[in-house]
């Protein structure tokens, strides 16, 4: 929409003001993100700039809240001999990243298992009472947390299951399993029925048709759900809490209690490093969306 | 084999085979599903109605006070109690205090008659060296027993289908004789409470549309490398855990933050008088637009993207202003894109926990954060739960809206 | 095959033994400078006597994790710090494991745990290790006169500032009440009609719009250090050690403290029973409680202990009697947390507070 030469005063104006409301907005989404990563170098234990910080000072940056990270919980700091070992078997945030990781490793592969092939069946012609199967397996993201984990709680205190990692992954699995259903669904909607009977004509097996035909297709579906779906474990707080004791302690459950109680800047360096990890899964995600376009032929837009 | 009988009997016999194909594929695409449609069942279905079940559902009394029960079955709610209903009770609390189940039995009753906790612990410990008529020696211990509305409370306890905790939860009062009253006026709050997490919901939702419509705009009618390079600004938020986007509202709003520290630098507040923008409604308002913003951007940007210009252009060539265009024209094309964008926005906003628990302070709290608070403060699991219901019913609307609306299969991610 | 039973015996033997020797317990406790002084005084002495190890979590009080453990039917937890309060309805419950007082070692001096534990510190399902006193505090640099009686805290045009409040009834109606005139002796009896809840939330509503809530102990010397508000109510340990460890110019107001006991308890099916039971009678031994007074300013539920109370464990000028609850100079105007009150009242209150916090 760019301004034409014919413009008058008044579209000009317009045409500016409104470029100028859509940078407020963006600096909105933007700035807080961004005002983490000078402030987790702060050397003081403050939220604020302190005017060392602002005069470019280099005393006034430090890497001692990063330091934090890995020794807070570590039964000698001090140590000489065996320091990473114990960074890695006690360090509270090492050990929450480890819980993280696992957890969410273990739900991805649940729900990317069980979603893709689900999404595999919906999008079959035949499939029967199509909608209200896809309004169910797409309740996990609707329902509020708060109720998710009162349930899950509930009944897995039934058989033994809460307090354990199996139930946050099988919790956490669920709630990655909309992610995979949705995304997956979209790259099979311009997906030809008719290549899998080509195959199955050639004498393929189902198995075989679909691994060999189908799969190539919807991987970046897949992955994208998958990378959805480990997000969705990686972010969540509700469920660890209520799921969870400390054993089973991931990073934003670690955060939400550090939030709450005693906020110190290491805080700021673990939302530092979250945040670099975001990015990073954006830029996977935005290259697997440019190569499924390629696969199917589409333009980009 | 070309006789017209023949030729029939192929079309049944091959309209059967059809009609079994089409069952034998039918059944293989519902196949592929049921894993995934069993799994929910067990792990997600059965759990959450088992939870709201818990909200008409209570047999605490019934189960550890088995004889009182049986005696107040017949009992009029009215009269005097009378020798059996003491003997029942007393012989009952002897044996829950053996079994240690006294105090969930008092638990029960004090809610239903507050103040009664201690009126069972402490009598129940005695009650073992009772001798008959209890219907003497119970007061003895604690004169309250004389108390009708004691007896009534229990009555009300001892029934396992109960509307009790609906009613709570409704800010009404079961009455003994099983009408409902108002709370006292004191008393209410779980309806001021979902009446703001809907008002905190409704406004984040109008801020998420006031402030996602000019950048999804902007976004589709910018030339294509621009914009991708701008929707990275919406989708890294996107992707940035919700814990790391509220700390930095936290580093952002309090009084010794960014957001203070600049009003001060540019004179606009002095030192002393920093304004508390966060741990209240507003910094529930401001981190929850934030965080949600991005629910509104990608379905209005994935609508407008699909708008041809050429509606537009052709508006202005009839000599539509530049306003009457875009109002008359292209607005209307994109409401599809507000209703998917403002629903989905609202259903998450009205269940919102986490961000309304850190920066909420008292006044920003939601329905959640009150049914968080019966299970883990009060203990009340029945009242979370009934809760919990009424939370269920609104989002449950909502979705259904949205489908008749936008149509979940229509959901798009990123 | 006998050589391969025993020694399939002799290595499950070998390995139950190893587990026997490492016991690992979870004990948890209030968080920050508390638990630090537990940890200092109880957790490695013992660790360092037994070989065992304690894993120390935080948590904000109440019974609902105790409670959801129990039901769950899978406890993490093996000793619980908690209020009076909670222990006896925990106990009434059936959440917690009975201990017995006559299972409690004798006192350094020779008396038995009965007697040498103060009147009120022991029940059926808790032992208690200290008294400690919610109270509230105040930064001095900050204000120009200094504030003294419990009237005081809420009085704003005298006192002008935000104030931090625990995020609960207990302890804030007992002080509203206080300083509206009721006497120490009253209060319960007051806060037991509809009138005198009426009249202790119309007292703090002439606080409502300057108040920080808390709920962690940790919190309020953090908000005060942060000048977040000018006077806070707090627990009265967390206040003397942000002075004595870290210089801060806090001043605690006695007058109108509330008291109440820590104790310990056991959820029931604790998984380590055995080495936790041995925790509890070596952390409320007659020198572990006095050690404990080395690091915090909490008083032993022992009376043995009291004779060997000292110093602040670096600072042997600042002596530690003077800064207990207990001490005759802080008692002037003190209040006993009524824990049957409580444990009766608790759930009505809660929802009339929180309903007065909503409108």
């Not at chain 2, 306890?157 to 905790?165: D, K, N």
Request: charged share 15%; aromatic share 10%; with cysteine.
């Amino acid at each position: 929409m760019a301004l034409p030469a014919y413009a008058g005063w008044g579209e000009r104006l317009w045409y500016y003001t409104f470029r100028f409301l859509c940078f407020l907005i963006f600096v909105f989404l933007i700035s807080p993100i961004l005002i983490v990563l000078p402030l987790s170098f702060n050397v003081e234990p403050y939220f604020s700039f302190t005017p060392g910080m602002l005069a470019g000072d280099a005393e006034a940056y430090s890497l001692r809240w990063y330091r934090d990270i890995l020794t807070n919980g570590m039964a000698n700091p001090e140590a000489t001999t065996g320091w990473w070992a114990d960074v890695w078997n006690n360090a509270q945030w090492v050990r929450s990243m480890r819980n993280s990781f696992f957890i969410g490793i273990f739900a991805t592969i649940i729900a990317t298992a069980f979603g893709t092939l689900a999404a595999v069946g919906l999008s079959r012609s035949e499939m029967p009472f199509k909608k209200s199967i896809m309004a169910i397996l797409i309740s996990p993201m609707i329902v509020p947390l708060v109720i998710t984990a009162a349930g899950t709680f509930k009944a897995f205190s039934l058989f033994g299951l809460a307090y354990t990692h199996i139930g946050v992954i099988l919790a956490h699995a669920i709630l990655g399993i909309p992610f995979v259903i949705i995304t997956v669904t979209a790259t099979l909607v311009g997906f030809d029925q008719s290549l899998v009977q080509a195959a199955y004509s050639m004498g393929a097996s189902p198995l075989r048709a679909f691994f060999k035909v189908q799969m190539p297709l919807i991987l970046p579906g897949v992955i994208s759900g998958a990378l959805f779906a480990f997000v969705t474990s990686f972010d969540e707080v509700v469920v660890v809490i209520a799921l969870g004791s400390v054993e089973q302690r991931t990073i934003p459950r670690q955060m939400f209690s550090g939030i709450r109680e005693q906020i110190s800047p290491t805080i700021l360096a673990v939302a530092t490093i979250l945040v670099i990890i975001s990015i990073a899964l954006l830029a996977t995600l935005e290259l697997i969306r440019r190569r499924g376009e390629r696969l199917r032929g589409v333009t980009p837009t | 084999m070309t006789t017209a009988t023949a030729e029939t009997i192929d079309d049944a016999l091959l309209k059967k085979r059809l009609d079994k194909a089409m069952f034998r594929s039918r059944l293989r695409a519902f196949l592929l599903v049921s894993p995934l449609l069993l799994f929910l069942f067990v792990a997600f279905i059965a759990p959450i109605g088992y939870f709201l079940g818990l909200g008409i559902w209570d047999s605490t009394f019934h189960n550890h006070m088995p004889k009182t029960t049986e005696a107040l079955r017949d009992w009029n709610s009215i009269s005097e109690p009378d020798e059996k209903m003491y003997a029942a009770l007393v012989a009952d609390m002897v044996v829950a205090r053996e079994n240690r189940t006294i105090g969930k039995v008092a638990t029960r009753v004090n809610r239903e008659k507050p103040g009664s906790r201690s009126l069972f612990t402490s009598s129940a410990r005695k009650a073992a060296k009772l001798e008959a008529p209890f219907k003497e020696s119970l007061p003895g211990v604690k004169k309250n027993w004389n108390d009708i509305a004691v007896w009534q409370a229990m009555k009300t306890a001892s029934r396992r289908l109960t509307p009790g905790y609906y009613a709570a939860a409704l800010d009404l009062k079961l009455n003994s004789d099983g009408s409902f009253q108002r709370q006292d006026e004191k008393r209410r709050i779980h309806m001021i409470l979902m009446l703001r997490t809907l008002q905190i919901s409704l406004l984040v939702t109008l801020f998420c549309l006031f402030l996602g419509y000019p950048i999804a705009y902007l976004l589709a009618t910018l030339p294509a490398r621009t914009s991708n390079l701008l929707l990275i600004l919406v989708l890294l938020p996107f992707w940035t855990s919700i814990l790391v986007r509220t700390t930095a509202w936290i580093a952002m709003l309090q009084s010794q933050g960014v957001v203070n520290d600049l009003l001060v630098y540019f004179g606009i507040t002095d030192d002393g008088s920093r304004y508390s923008l966060i741990y209240n409604k507003l910094g529930t308002l401001i981190a929850m637009t934030h965080i949600l913003l991005p629910f509104m951007v990608l379905p209005l940007y994935s609508v407008m993207k699909g708008i041809p210009p050429s509606y537009v252009r052709a508006a202005k060539s009839l000599g539509a202003t530049n306003w009457t265009a875009f109002w008359r024209v292209y607005a209307p094309q994109t409401i599809p894109g507000i209703g998917a964008g403002a629903i989905l926005v609202f259903i998450v906003a009205i269940g919102y926990y986490i961000t309304p628990a850190l920066v909420g302070g008292q006044e920003g709290t939601m329905i959640s954060n009150t049914i968080d608070d019966h299970m883990r403060k009060s203990l009340n699991w029945s009242l979370a739960s009934a809760l919990g219901g009424v939370l269920m019913i609104v989002v449950l609307t909502l979705y259904w809206l949205y489908d008749r609306v936008v149509g979940i299969d229509n959901m798009k991610l990123g | 095959m006998k050589k391969v039973t025993t020694l399939l015996a002799a290595s499950l033997a070998a390995a139950v033994g190893v587990a026997n020797a490492a016991d690992s317990i979870t004990v948890v406790s209030w968080g920050g400078a508390y638990t630090k002084s537990q940890v200092e005084a109880y957790h490695k002495p013992w660790m360092a006597a037994t070989g065992n190890t304690v894993v120390s979590e935080d948590y904000n009080g109440g019974l609902s994790e105790v409670k959801a453990q129990v039901e769950a039917g899978n406890v993490k937890w093996d000793l619980v710090d908690v209020e009076l309060s909670d222990a006896i309805r925990g106990c009434d419950e059936g959440l917690l494991e009975p201990l017995d007082i006559n299972d409690m070692p004798a006192g350094a001096d020779g008396t038995a745990a009965a007697d040498d534990f103060l009147p009120g510190t022991y029940y059926d399902c808790a032992i208690a290790n200290i008294v400690w006193s919610t109270i509230y505090a105040y930064d001095s640099t900050k204000m120009e006169n200094k504030p003294s009686t419990i009237a005081d805290f809420f009085d704003l045009e005298s006192f002008p500032g935000k104030r931090g409040l625990r995020k609960n009834p207990k302890a804030n109606l007992e002080m509203a009440l206080m300083a509206d005139g009721v006497a120490a002796a009253d209060v319960y009896d007051v806060l037991g009609t509809e009138e005198g809840v009426e009249r202790a939330l119309a007292k703090m509503e002439t606080l409502k719009g300057n108040v920080v809530w808390w709920e962690a102990g940790a919190q309020p010397p953090q908000l005060l250090a942060d000048g977040e508000v000018t006077m806070t109510t707090a627990y009265n340990g967390r206040i003397f050690n942000a002075v004595a460890s870290e210089n801060k110019p806090f001043e605690i107001v006695w007058d109108g403290q509330i008291w109440d006991l820590d104790l310990w308890v056991m959820p029931k099916g604790a998984p380590n029973k055995e080495a936790a039971m041995d925790f509890i009678k070596y952390s409320t031994g007659t020198e572990a409680l006095a050690a404990q007074a080395s690091w915090i300013s909490y008083g032993p539920a022992r009376k043995s202990s009291a004779s060997l109370v000292g110093s602040f464990h670096d600072q042997p000028d600042l002596k530690m009697d003077v800064h207990m609850p207990t001490a005759p100079n802080n008692m002037t105007n003190a209040l006993q947390n009524n824990f049957e009150f409580w444990a009766d009242n608790q759930d009505q209150l809660n929802e009339q507070f929180n309903a007065w916090l909503a409108r």
